[in-house]
């Protein structure tokens, strides 16, 4: 298995990943439109993510095995100034639920962020009934901050979070 950079060229095995868990990701994400997840539209926010990636504005890591996407997990919204911040998600091909998978792929990530990108503080939200990613987080180092109130809209409807957030532990 190898874990990297997203690249262009990913649509392709992008798609495949989406279309393969879609009724497993559904309860995790935004309604989208039908064709969100398809080859040629990848390609165009794939051009985006490429260059905020490039701009160390957001990182976008893949877990590759034997030619497809297992899971993935990003950096976005990255602040600098003062705050060196930035928000961190995550999704695992339901036949890797379980595995460890999803920790190595963002402990990877992780530390891109506090090395590579020089961030302070990483943030996280799960929805209280998500024990996987609760699991997951505390695994992670993270530390449970409060709860937000209809915080994201998920699958159509405004969903409460938990927030948690992890800090550089070379920067206290």
């Known amino acids: 298995m ?34 969100y997840y398809s080859v040629s539209q990848l390609k165009k926010r794939l051009s985006t993510f490429l260059i905020a990636q490039n701009k160390g504005r957001a990182a976008y890591f893949v877990a590759v095995e034997k030619g497809e996407i297992i899971a993935q997990c990003s950096l976005t919204n990255i602040i600098y100034g003062p705050l060196k911040a930035g928000h961190i998600g995550y999704s695992v091909d339901a036949r890797f639920e379980g595995t460890g998978l999803m920790t190595q792929v963002c402990e990877e990530t992780i530390k891109h962020a506090f090395h590579t990108l020089k961030l302070n503080r990483l943030m996280a939200a799960y929805m209280p009934h998500n024990a996987r990613s609760k699991a997951l987080l505390k695994k992670l180092g993270f530390s449970k901050e409060g709860r937000a109130k209809k915080y994201l809209q998920i699958n159509g409807n405004w969903e409460d979070h938990v927030l948690t957030s992890l800090v550089n532990p070379e920067n206290s």
């Open 2 to 35: 190898e874990i990297r950079l997203i690249k262009t060229a990913d649509a392709n095995m992008l798609a495949a990943y989406h279309e393969k868990n879609a009724d497993h990701f559904r309860k995790w994400e935004p309604k989208y439109e039908s064709d």
